[in-house]
């Protein structure tokens, strides 16, 4: 796992379990936190929630700048995954749809699990949120113990 995966899976986790997780403030939504509480990203995009780079975005991206490891495409596209898995319509704008309790826990659970999920696939590693294997493996050792002991 590389180094700014596991410190940002730290960063969001700790987040969701001290309540500083909130997907309408720009430092302590998803990017917020994986930024320490800094807001320097949304200057990245001119709407909360667009993948678009603006000026400043594309200036920063060209010259290889990272927050924390991660360039502002990244930034832009882990934040949108967030939001879109909390329930909002992006980018964000006063009329678009919201959750109606954004800091719900299972909310929050929601837009973590996707955004964990995103976060592993930029770096090529498997989703650490999947516990399908676990249930397949516990499965098989069941099966595997019944055919033994039969």
Same mark, same amino acid.
């Given at each position: 796992?590389?180094?700014?995966?596991?410190?940002?899976?730290?960063?969001?986790?700790?987040?969701?379990?001290?309540?500083? *997780?909130?997907? @309408?403030?720009?430092?302590?939504? !998803?990017? +917020?936190?994986?930024?320490?509480?800094?807001?320097?990203? =949304?200057?990245?995009?001119?709407?909360?929630?667009?993948?678009?780079?603006?000026?400043?975005?594309?200036?920063?991206?060209?010259?290889?700048?990272?927050?924390?490891?991660?360039?502002?495409?990244?930034? *832009?596209?882990? @934040?949108?995954?967030?939001?879109? !898995?909390? +329930?909002?319509?992006?980018?964000?704008?006063?009329?678009? =749809?919201?959750?109606?309790?954004?800091?719900?826990?299972?909310?929050?659970?929601?837009?973590?699990?996707?955004?964990?999920?995103?976060?592993?696939?930029?770096?090529?590693?498997?989703?650490?949120?999947?516990?399908?294997?676990?249930?397949?493996?516990?499965?098989?050792?069941?099966?595997?113990?019944?055919?033994?002991?039969?």
């Amino acid at each position: 796992m590389s180094t700014r995966l596991e410190q940002a899976l730290l960063k969001l986790y700790n987040a969701y379990h001290t309540n500083t *997780l909130n997907p @309408e403030c720009c430092k302590q939504c !998803a990017v +917020g936190n994986i930024a320490d509480h800094k807001d320097a990203w =949304k200057n990245f995009s001119e709407h909360h929630g667009s993948v678009s780079l603006n000026y400043v975005g594309t200036v920063h991206e060209r010259i290889g700048r990272r927050i924390n490891g991660y360039l502002p495409s990244e930034l *832009l596209q882990i @934040e949108k995954t967030f939001l879109e !898995a909390c +329930g909002f319509e992006t980018p964000l704008s006063k009329n678009s =749809k919201r959750p109606k309790n954004p800091t719900n826990m299972d909310v929050l659970f929601q837009g973590l699990s996707e955004t964990i999920a995103y976060l592993c696939q930029l770096e090529g590693n498997k989703n650490v949120m999947e516990y399908t294997s676990i249930f397949k493996q516990h499965s098989l050792s069941i099966n595997v113990h019944a055919v033994v002991t039969a």
